[in-house]
T-cell receptor, first 112, second 110 residues
């Protein structure tokens, strides 16, 4: 079975631009969560979606938004990019009420 | 508040046991996790423990939980060079929101 997939793998953007990152959960999983991992730190929670509804939001500005589609895939959007948004963005999937969350390989975003 | 702390670095010799420690602050956390991250990769779930347990063993991995002191540890028996990575502990603070520590870099030398 395929694990969590994310695209693109790498991305370089300029300050002020916007970016869309994509995530496909493990087949059968209905919950997707997004995390930001800045170099040298642990991942920080951004959003969780379950059955297309937002279930949790971390301490991130409104420039960050996300949505989940009927097939349970998800997009993370970041507007007005800042240099500090440079990070590895990780997507995790789970069945919803389960304990285990499985992470994808991440999208490395560089903002110049 | 949410704050998970780990020591930054651990160096061991191949074949020795490694013990990675973690302290957390949210006493309402239901599950606590250990993840492994290799360079340039995502996070691999190693194991987790329910908050009403004090020990869990899974092959070479042993997790100990002291809920009173909010202390979690991961012991890796017979550590191998392939175990070299960054290890993160994390607590589930609700709605599957994970709060991660800063990570412990484990270096295993031959």
């Amino acid at each position: 079975d395929a694990g969590v997939t994310q695209s693109p793998t790498h991305l370089i953007k300029t300050r002020g631009q916007h970016v869309t990152l994509r995530c496909s959960p493990i087949s059968g999983h209905k919950s997707v969560s997004w995390y930001q991992q800045v170099l040298g730190q642990g991942p920080q929670f951004i959003f969780q979606y379950y059955e297309k509804e937002e279930r949790g939001r971390g301490n991130f500005p409104d420039r960050f938004s996300a949505r989940q589609f009927p097939n349970y895939s998800s997009e993370l959007n970041v507007n007005a990019l800042l240099l500090g948004d440079s990070a590895l963005y990780l997507c995790a999937s789970s069945q919803g009420g389960e304990v285990e969350q499985y992470f994808g390989p991440g999208t490395r975003l560089t903002v110049t | 508040g949410e704050d998970v702390e780990q020591s930054l670095f651990l160096s061991v010799r191949e074949g020795d046991s490694s013990v990675i420690n973690c302290t957390y602050t949210d006493s309402s956390s239901t599950y606590l996790y250990w993840y492994k991250q290799e360079p340039g990769a995502g996070l691999q779930l190693l194991t987790y423990i329910f908050s009403n347990m004090d020990m869990k063993q899974d092959q070479r991995l042993t997790v100990l939980l002291n809920k009173k002191d909010k202390h979690l540890s991961l012991r890796i028996a017979d550590t191998q060079t392939g175990d070299s990575a960054i290890y993160f502990c994390a607590e589930n603070t609700g709605f599957q929101k994970l709060v991660f520590g800063t990570g412990t870099r484990l270096l295993v030398s031959p």
